[in-house]
T-cell receptor
Framework: GAGVSQSPSNKVTEKGKDVELRCDPI?????LYWYRQSLGQGLEFLIY????????KSGLPSDRFSAERTGGSVSTLTIQRTQQEDSAVYLC??????????????FGNGTRLTVT | DQQVKQNSPSLSVQEGRISILNCDYT??????FLWYKKYPAEGPTFLIS?????DKNEDGRFTVFLNKSAKHLSLHIVPSQPGDSAVYFC????????????FGEGTQLTVNP
C-alpha cells in the first residue's frame, strides 16, 4: 500500500493478557518509530529503528514493552501482562533513508488499545 | 518534563479569519520544528516545518514563525476554513536524536462556518 498500515485498528483485552500490535511501514522506508497517545495527552515516543542499527528503546515505559523489526520492514510491538494504564492509541510512523534525516514522519492510523 | 508545550487545548475561530496556534519549547538543542494535523481516527499528517536557521516558512495558507530567543513558534492559518478543524501538534527534534520527534499535547482547532 501507499501508506503506513497498522493492525488491528482496535484491540480490547483483559488486564494481564499479552497483546501484539503490527506495523507495515512505507516500502523502502528505513526508519520506523512507535509512539503512543493516551487520552488528552500528546504523542509519547516509545522506540525507534533505523536500518540495521541497534534500536533506540529509551522511550519504552517498562520492561513489559518490547518491539521487533524483522527484515528491516514489518514491526511488532508487544505488551506483556497488560495494565489499564496501557490503554492508548499506539501509532507507528516511518521515514525515508539516511539521506533524508529531516524528512517528516508518515504515520499510520494507529491501534486503539483498551485494557479492561 | 514536558519539553514541548502547547498551552491552549482548544481554539475556535470564524471561517475566513486567522487561526494562530502557539507552541513553546525548553530544549535549546532543538533545531528543527514541525506541525502535524490530526483528524479523529487517523494518524497525524505533516503540515509544515521550519529549520532553526530560519524565522519564517510559508506554504499556501500556512505560515510557521520561529522565535528562537523566546523558544516559541506559532502556526498561522489564513484564511481559516471549516476543513481545517482538527488537532494540531507541534513537534521538535535535535540533530543528535536520530530525528526522534518530541510532541506537544495538541490544540483542537474548530473553524466555524
Amino acid at each position: 500500500g501507499a501508506g503506513v498500515s497498522q493492525s488491528p485498528s482496535n484491540k480490547v483485552t483483559e488486564k494481564g493478557k499479552d497483546v501484539e500490535l503490527r506495523c507495515d511501514p512505507i516500502s523502502g522506508h528505513t526508519a520506523l518509530y512507535w509512539y503512543r497517545q493516551s487520552l488528552g495527552q500528546g504523542l509519547e515516543f516509545l522506540i525507534y529503528f533505523q536500518g540495521n542499527s541497534a534500536p533506540d528503546k529509551s522511550g519504552l515505559p517498562s520492561d513489559r514493552f518490547s518491539a521487533e523489526r524483522t527484515g528491516g520492514s514489518v514491526s511488532t510491538l508487544t505488551i506483556q501482562r497488560t495494565q489499564q494504564e496501557d490503554s492508548a492509541v499506539y501509532l507507528c510512523a516511518s521515514r525515508g533513508g539516511l539521506g533524508k534525516v529531516r524528512a517528516p514522519l508518515h504515520f499510520g492510523n494507529g491501534t486503539r488499545l483498551t485494557v479492561t | 518534563d514536558q519539553q514541548v508545550k502547547q498551552n491552549s487545548p482548544s481554539l475556535s475561530v470564524q471561517e475566513g479569519r486567522i487561526s494562530i496556534l502557539n507552541c513553546d519549547y525548553t530544549n535549546s538543542m532543538f533545531d528543527y520544528f514541525l506541525w502535524y494535523k490530526k483528524y479523529p481516527a487517523e494518524g497525524p499528517t505533516f503540515l509544515i516545518s521550519i529549520s532553526s536557521i530560519k524565522d519564517k516558512n510559508e506554504d499556501g495558507r500556512f505560515t510557521v514563525f520561529l522565535n528562537k530567543s523566546a523558544k516559541h513558534l506559532s502556526l498561522h492559518i489564513v484564511p481559516s476554513q471549516p476543513g481545517d478543524s482538527a488537532v494540531y501538534f507541534c513537534a521538535a527534534s535535535e540533530e543528535t536524536s536520530g530525528s526522534r520527534l518530541t510532541f506537544g499535547e495538541g490544540t483542537q482547532l474548530t473553524v466555524n462556518p
